[in-house]
């Protein structure tokens, strides 16, 4: 493996042996060992041994699970993933997903990562004008081993609704509405927030691969304040079902608990979609 295909001077060698078993009809088991050397260049070694399963046995029951060790020189972690979809009936399904991550530095405190959310998603399978998800998350970052000054505590818990509607082909109106509740003990100093985000968007398709939208969102929280962004965008479409949209905000804000991905920030930003018509 060549770290870099311009000047070529880290090199790497990776031996491995990835391998999967249907056990029963709608029962797969995969396992993969992987181990990397530096051939030249900065040292680096790393070693990952990963277990994972899939059960599709059921038509109305889908679940899966993966647990991955990794080290390497100054750093060992496990991750974790598990989710679950049931439909429930022909137009609601029920999704539960759990992220775990656990990472131990040799000269640092362990860090701990865990995220957890369940909901319920909607979509009329008539009119097929109408998509909905409603959703709890839980989000909680620890630190293990570190002193007060250095610690990180942080949960966060939050429901959210998102609602897709056409009302006409081409058209797209799209909202969301969240609160979250966090409890923040960083560094030794507890601090306690409420906030809320209520954001919408209005797309339409100009051709068949060129659409624009407008964006507007408003957070507000329990000390008072309150956060508003508004820009426009415009998305072109790539292959098949995946746009690239390219945006900006006259004015914006940042939160990294409802915006993972910062399109309210004020600026230009770009973001890729993958649209499921």
């Given at each position: 493996?060549?770290?870099?295909?311009?000047?070529?001077?880290?090199?790497?060698?990776?031996?491995?042996?990835?391998?999967?078993?249907?056990?029963?009809?709608?029962?797969?088991?995969?396992?993969?060992?992987?181990?990397?050397?530096?051939?030249?260049?900065?040292?680096?070694?790393?070693?990952?041994?990963?277990?994972?399963?899939?059960?599709?046995?059921?038509?109305?029951?889908?679940?899966?699970?993966?647990?991955?060790?990794?080290?390497?020189?100054?750093?060992?972690?496990?991750?974790?993933?598990?989710?679950?979809?049931?439909?429930?009936?022909?137009?609601?399904?029920?999704?539960?997903?759990?992220?775990?991550?656990?990472?131990?530095?040799?000269?640092?405190?362990?860090?701990?990562?865990?995220?957890?959310?369940?909901?319920?998603?909607?979509?009329?399978?008539?009119?097929?004008r109408l998509n909905l998800l409603s959703?709890?998350?839980?989000?909680?970052?620890?630190?293990?081993?570190?002193?007060?000054?250095?610690?990180?505590y942080r949960r966060v818990q939050s429901?959210?609704?998102?609602?897709?509607?056409?009302?006409?082909?081409?058209?797209?109106?799209?909202?969301?509405?969240?609160?979250?509740?966090?409890?923040?003990?960083?560094?030794?100093?507890?601090?306690?927030?409420?906030?809320?985000?209520?954001?919408?968007?209005?797309?339409?398709?100009?051709?068949?691969?060129?659409?624009?939208?407008?964006?507007?969102?408003?957070?507000?929280?329990?000390?008072?304040?309150?956060?508003?962004?508004?820009?426009?965008?415009?998305?072109?479409?790539?292959?098949?079902?995946?746009?690239?949209?390219?945006?900006?905000?006259?004015?914006?804000?940042?939160?990294?608990?409802?915006?993972?991905?910062?399109?309210?920030?004020?600026?230009?930003?770009?973001?890729?979609?993958?649209?499921?018509?």
């Open positions: 493996r060549m770290r870099s295909a311009i000047d070529g001077r880290d090199a790497e060698a990776a031996i491995g042996l990835r391998n999967q078993w249907t056990l029963a009809e709608g029962l797969h088991v995969a396992t993969s060992i992987e181990r990397l050397q530096a051939l030249s260049g900065i040292q680096r070694e790393s070693t990952a041994v990963t277990g994972g399963m899939d059960y599709t046995r059921l038509s109305n029951l889908k679940a899966t699970a993966r647990l991955e060790w990794r080290q390497d020189l100054t750093t060992q972690s496990w991750l974790s993933t598990l989710g679950v979809a049931e439909r429930l009936s022909s137009s609601w399904t029920l999704l539960a997903k759990n992220y775990y991550q656990w990472v131990q530095q040799r000269t640092a405190a362990g860090q701990m990562q865990n995220r957890f959310s369940i909901g319920g998603a909607f979509r009329n399978p008539n009119s097929n959703r709890y998350e839980l989000r909680v970052d620890r630190t293990f081993g570190a002193t007060d000054v250095f610690s990180v429901v959210s609704t998102h609602v897709d509607y056409q009302p006409a082909r081409g058209w797209t109106l799209s909202g969301q509405h969240a609160a979250k509740w966090v409890d923040d003990r960083t560094d030794g100093s507890p601090e306690r927030v409420r906030a809320q985000l209520l954001s919408g968007r209005l797309g339409v398709d100009v051709f068949s691969r060129l659409d624009v939208g407008a964006l507007g969102s408003l957070m507000w929280g329990s000390g008072g304040g309150r956060e508003q962004a508004l820009g426009a965008e415009v998305g072109v479409l790539l292959r098949g079902n995946w746009w690239l949209s390219f945006g900006d905000n006259a004015v914006g804000f940042r939160d990294n608990d409802f915006d993972v991905t910062n399109t309210t920030a004020r600026g230009p930003f770009t973001r890729l979609r993958l649209k499921f018509d």
